[in-house]
Structure formats: C-alpha cells, structure tokens
C-alpha cells in the first residue's frame, strides 16, 4: 500500500499516524509590559462611561499581543478593576480563583462568603475558588485594584462555572477581622482547614512591609532579591492550588543573578523604578506599570534607582510543581 492511500484511509476514520508529526516543543512567547498612564486613563474614563450595573465588573483587562487567546498569560489574567464612591459591584461566584492588590484608594471593602474586607493601598484580598463576593465603595473617593484570576488555565480545562446571587449584596454573618483573628498568625482552627474549600483572607500592607524590612542579607535570594510569599492560611502552602502571590523588594541599585524556570509570572510595580531583562528584551519599570515573564526565558531584575523598589507578582508555580513540571536553572 502507497503511505498516501494509508494516510487517507486513516483520516477517513478520524484516525492519524504518528509519521505525520513531530513531538511538538513548548513555544517561546516574548514578553510584555503596559504602561500604568493609559491604564489609569482608560480606567478613569469607564468610571464616567459605564455604569456598575452596565457589566458584570467595571474592570480592564491586559492583553498580550503574543498569546492565541485574549489574555494577560496562558495561565493567569490580570484585569484592573475601578469602584467609585457609592457603587456596589454584584454579589457572584466563579470557580476561577481570585485576589485582589489594591493600587489607589481606601475604606472600599470586599465581602467575601459573609465577612468585609477593608482595603488600603497595598492589601491583598483572598477570594477563593467558589467564594460569594461583591465589592462596595463607601469612601469619597474612587478606589483602584488589581484583580488576579486563574482563569485562562479553568477555561483551558473547560471547567469554569459561574454563579450570580439572587440578591445583589450577600448577607454579612462574620464579624469583620474574623479570618485574621481565626487564621493569621501561623495558627489556624483544625476545622476551617478540614471544611473550608478556601479561606477568606485579607494580608495588610503595613504588616507586609513590616516584614520584608525585618529580613536581612541572609535572606536576599540571588535571583529574587528579598521575597516573601503569601502563604494560604489554611493549607500553610501556596496562595492557591493554581497561583502564588508574591512580593519582592530590591535595595537601591540591586542586581539580581539570571534563571528561568517553567511557571509564568505577572509582575506589578508597586514602588521604584528598573529594568527587568527577558530573553533578549529589556522591560523598563516604574511605580503602576505591569509585566510578564513568560516561561522558560531567562531573566533578571535590576533597580535603577537609588531608593528601594517593590515588585507584586503572580506565578503559575503551584500547578507546575503539582503536576511535577516544575524546572529551572541557574544562569551564568
Ligand atoms: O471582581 O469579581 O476582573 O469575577 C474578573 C472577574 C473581576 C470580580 C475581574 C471577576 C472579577
Ligand atoms: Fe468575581
């Protein structure tokens, strides 16, 4: 039999030989930074434009120009969301995990299943996978955050389900502080770890500065600088099962060494100014502004500035370690 008549047989029977194709390799996607000045503009401009009750959320999300789906990666999705004074963003639930980096404003807070959230600058809120949460703005001024979900990777597994509230704020049953009370402080009820899916949480800023400035030379990593992680109170593991929240300081003028590794990250400035090189692209930085470091591309960060610079991020490491697909190496 001719290799083409055989081929064509298969086919026909939605079959396929193997001889047809090569073992495809990852690919290398290039990086990508957004500036924070057209982002504040347009997100100024939806908060006059379009009402709280026009869309499910009024929020802009980053769209790299090197990925085949409209998304910020192929894992994790960053979307920046505007509150302004009185509004009351909708009580739904997803099971696409959730967080919350709050880059302007204050006194909005989040509910999430039955406990308020109060915001300030910096604080990162917890709304995890299949948790009620509406956001409501009782402050004269409009609030700004950071909205980080695993979405791509459910919807890549075609298993997103989404639910809207019938009411549109949920009821409050917990006193506010009541997570941090029950959960933080490396202690936690042999309960809510058993019986809750995730756990509320809110990490205050101050408290996470605190402790960034309370590590010391010893604790520099080479390659990240002086980094913490927001450890899920419940599990003492990563954030989320599908995304780890990071925080990094630099020193004035520090260098880290280069690596690459096979989790993604997103990266916000929070404060200073640098440069991050990926692969043979520089990505310069300041306070706002927003980034990827794809996978698999070496990398390193620089602070440009005399002053300390803070970095937020976003990896997909927890699923590359879970499903034991986790690499990396060092650089020279
Ligand atoms: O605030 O609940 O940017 O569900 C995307 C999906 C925000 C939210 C987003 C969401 C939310
Ligand atoms: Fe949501």
Known sequence: MKLEELDSQLEKNQLSGFWRTRVPSHTTELPYLWKWEPLLDGLLKASETIGIDQAERRAIRLVSPHLPIKSTSH???????????????KAHRHNMAAIRFVVQGKGAYTAVDGEKFFMEEGD???T?????HDHHNE?????????????????????????????????????TGESLARMGFARTPKQDAVHRRGTPFRYAFKDTYKA??????????????????????????????????????????????????TSAA??????????????????????GDTFTVPLWQWHNHENLGNDEAILFSLSDRPVMEALQLYREEAGS
């Open 212 to 261: 960034l400035k309370a590590m010391g030379p010893a604790d520099r990593d080479p390659y990240d600088g002086t980094l913490l992680r927001y450890i899920n109170p419940a599990t003492g593991g990563y954030t989320y099962p599908t995304m780890s929240c990071e925080i990094q300081l630099f020193n004035g003028k520090e260098t880290t060494q280069s690596h690459r590794h």
């Open 128 to 132: 995890p996978n299949w948790t009620w």
């Open 75 to 89: 894992t994790l999705q960053i979307t920046f969301s505007i509150v302004n004074p009185g509004e009351v963003a």
């Open 124 to 126: 990162l809120v917890l």
């Open 139 to 175: 402050s004269e001024d409009p609030i700004i955050w950071l909205d980080g979900l695993d979405g791509p990777l459910i919807q890549s597994l075609n298993v997103l389900f989404f639910e809207d509230l019938e009411k549109p704020e949920q009821e409050i049953t917990r006193q």
């Open 266 to 287: 997103l990266y916000h400035v929070v404060r200073g100014q640098g440069r991050t090189k990926v692969g043979d692209s520089y990505l310069e930085w300041r306070k």
